[in-house]
């Protein structure tokens, strides 16, 4: 077992009256090894200027988290087969909607990545294909969440 932390802090803005609903979501969310990430509500969900368009929001970080896992994995998986990645780049996003339940919710988070591999091996299509389907069967985001995850390989 391992355990992860975050601290997310809030503080209300002098002046701000709060009980009106008109108050800032920018807070902090701080990690173990000394990061501070300004991270807001996402404009889509709360008008400005109450969200902070520039901050990070929940959305996009677990869009983030889920390309960020497959990725590290890919790279794992590639290494081990002896592929030199030089350059990996997911132009990833998530769908958030209304799912079964009626609950809105990321339903589907799309990933993108284009690998580039070093000339002296590069894997065929099937081969690719295949990296990217381990690397989503072994991602410890992906196996927590419900939403689709998707890879979407570009063709070569």
């Not at 339903?107 to 989503?136: C, G, M, Y």
Request: hydrophobic residues 40%.
């Amino acid at each position: 077992m391992s355990e992860y932390t975050a601290k997310i802090q809030w503080a209300r803005s002098e002046g701000e009256t709060f009980v009106d609903n008109h108050y800032s979501r920018g807070h902090t969310w701080e990690f173990d090894g000394g990061v501070t990430v300004p991270a807001s509500s996402s404009p889509h969900v709360v008008p400005l200027p109450y969200s902070v368009a520039a901050n990070v929001d929940p959305e996009e970080a677990f869009v983030a988290a889920l390309s960020s896992c497959h990725m590290l994995f890919f790279l794992s998986i590639a290494a081990k087969r002896r592929y030199c990645v030089e350059n990996y780049t997911d132009h990833a996003y998530g769908i958030m909607e209304q799912d079964q339940r009626g609950k809105t919710a990321m339903t589907k988070v799309v990933l993108r990545p284009k690998v580039i591999f070093s000339a002296d091996k590069t894997p065929t299509r099937e081969q690719l294909e295949k990296l990217h389907h381990l690397a989503h069967e072994q991602c410890f985001i992906a196996n927590s969440v419900t939403a689709d995850v998707v890879t979407e390989i570009p063709m070569a």
